[in-house]
């Protein structure tokens, strides 16, 4: 199990160093690179959980790989490396993209639906949740056939579910304790 607790207090500091020297979409794009190298099967993500490879190998392959990236991005890669916390790795993305977005006041969301939704309902939609919230809200959109109809909304920790499939649980969840 990912202890997110434990790799957010990994990523902050990097965030907050990022911040003072005024390059964080630099290594926002650095750890998007950093976590398409370690999809499930790569030979990085093999190289870096082998603990039968040195931590100096570890770090040198890593050295290697990522030259002429910033500073902060390969300092942040060497500790958590150090540490035997590469599990971080994999998450610090999401994570500091997550912690960049929240800074900035920007919420992000998903918005699932049994069909495609047209244009103008997606820019309503958001246009909603945004004043709703009260913040700019970042919206992924996926298409979800078992939800049937309607639409199950997720921002931040808010989940509205007005689903077809959704509706068909609660109703089921109600008969069954009456």
């Keep these: 199990m990912i202890d997110i607790g434990l790799a957010r207090r990994y990523v902050q500091p990097l965030f907050e160093v990022t911040s003072d020297k005024g390059n964080l979409d630099t290594v926002v794009e650095e750890l998007k690179e950093l976590n398409s190298a370690l999809s499930d ?14 931590l100096q190998s570890r770090i040198a392959v890593i050295e290697e790989i990522f030259t002429g ?17 590469t599990f971080i790795l994999e998450i610090a993305y999401s994570i500091f993209k997550k ?22 309902t997606i820019v309503e939609l958001k246009q909603q949740l945004e004043m709703s ?42 008969l069954i304790s009456a």
Excluded at 69 to 85: G, M, T
Excluded at 136 to 160: A, C, H, S
Aim: charged share 30%.
């Design 99 to 120: 912690i960049k977005d929240e800074s900035e006041g920007l919420l992000s969301g998903v918005v699932e639906s049994a069909l495609p939704l047209d244009d103008e």
């Design 69 to 85: 990236y910033s500073d902060s991005y390969l300092n942040f890669v060497r500790l958590v490396i150090e540490k035997n916390r």
């Design 133 to 174: 919230f009260g913040h700019k809200v970042d919206i992924e959109f996926r298409i979800t056939p078992d939800l049937l109809g309607g639409l199950r909304i997720r921002v931040g920790n808010t989940v509205m579910d007005g689903s077809v499939t959704g509706k068909l649980e609660k109703l089921k969840s109600e």
């Design 41 to 54: 099967k790569s030979p990085l993500r093999v190289i870096l959980n082998d603990p039968s490879i040195s």
